[in-house]
């Protein structure tokens, strides 16, 4: 297993792994020296649980190219990182999405307000704004740009309700969980790590047969998907590095022993 921090996440998936009497080698990525023209003999099946997606991706592709395993598959992780990538590819496929606007350098022909400005790449509701009219669009793309560069391009959305949202975390092609999160008071986004409220749900056959289907077109083995709720359940993000302690909390649902299950399942194919 590779990691970077070691929340209780990934904590709970060691333990796992040593309740069983399983032997794992967990590296801290920010350790490691890796030599492109080295061996990887030391490498098996690698579990991905890095905090920063990018150094992940990284690691994972540069062990899939020397055909090391990992889960995820570090092609999979980098086109799920891509919030832009994610929708357009599950769009196409039809399944049904969160309506959403690419900004480039310029501003949006057609845009409706109040919209939720946010990266294309990014967790935890970081540089996410509310935006409720063109003129504050165009001043939070300015200060964006002046502060960093790479701002741009950005991605638009309406914004829909209240910013609740639902959570399915999917194991081997298998919806296992659901929560509901709601935002805190005063605020849009319901990221637990930002404060949401988290209560477990019964996982809807079509949001499960939904979640189950994005992850798999993605090439994932195991991802959060997130889902907005207005007419239609839409689909907004999938995480392939997921937390799960909010989850754990609220559905009772063995997230780590699950995830084991998988990754031994993996190595026995």
């Not at 999160?181 to 949001?207: F, Y």
């Amino acid at each position: 297993m590779i990691y970077d921090v070691a929340r209780q996440e990934e904590k709970l998936i060691m333990r796992e792994f040593s309740r069983r009497g399983i032997p794992i080698n967990p590296m801290n990525m920010n350790n490691m020296e890796m030599h492109l023209l080295g061996s990887w003999s030391q490498f098996g099946l690698t579990l991905m649980r890095a905090m920063s997606h990018m150094k992940a991706i990284l690691i994972a592709r540069i062990l899939n190219i020397n055909g090391v395993p990992t889960i995820n598959d570090g092609e999979a992780m980098e086109l799920a990182w891509n919030k832009a990538l994610t929708l357009a590819m599950l769009g196409r496929a039809g399944l049904p999405v969160t309506p959403s606007t690419i900004i480039m350098d310029g501003e949006p022909n057609e845009a409706s307000y109040p919209a939720i400005l946010k990266p294309i790449q990014g967790s935890w509701g970081r540089m996410t704004s509310m935006i409720r009219n063109r003129e504050e669009l165009m001043l939070v793309l300015k200060h964006r740009s002046a502060m960093d560069p790479h701002a741009r391009p950005a991605l638009l959305q309406p914004l829909i309700g209240d910013g609740t949202d639902y959570r399915v975390f999917v194991i081997g092609g298998e919806a296992v969980a659901g929560m509901r999160r709601r935002p805190p008071n005063g605020d849009w986004r319901s990221n637990v790590a930002r404060g949401g409220r988290a209560e477990a749900v019964r996982i809807d056959p079509i949001m499960g047969e939904l979640a189950a289907k994005a992850v798999e077109l993605l090439g994932l083995e195991y991802a959060g998907v997130d889902f907005l709720a207005s007419d239609e359940l839409l689909i907004n993000e999938v995480n392939a590095v997921p937390e799960f302690r909010g989850l754990m909390h609220a559905t009772g649902v063995d997230i780590p022993g699950l995830l084991v299950n998988h990754v031994i399942n993996a190595v026995k194919r």
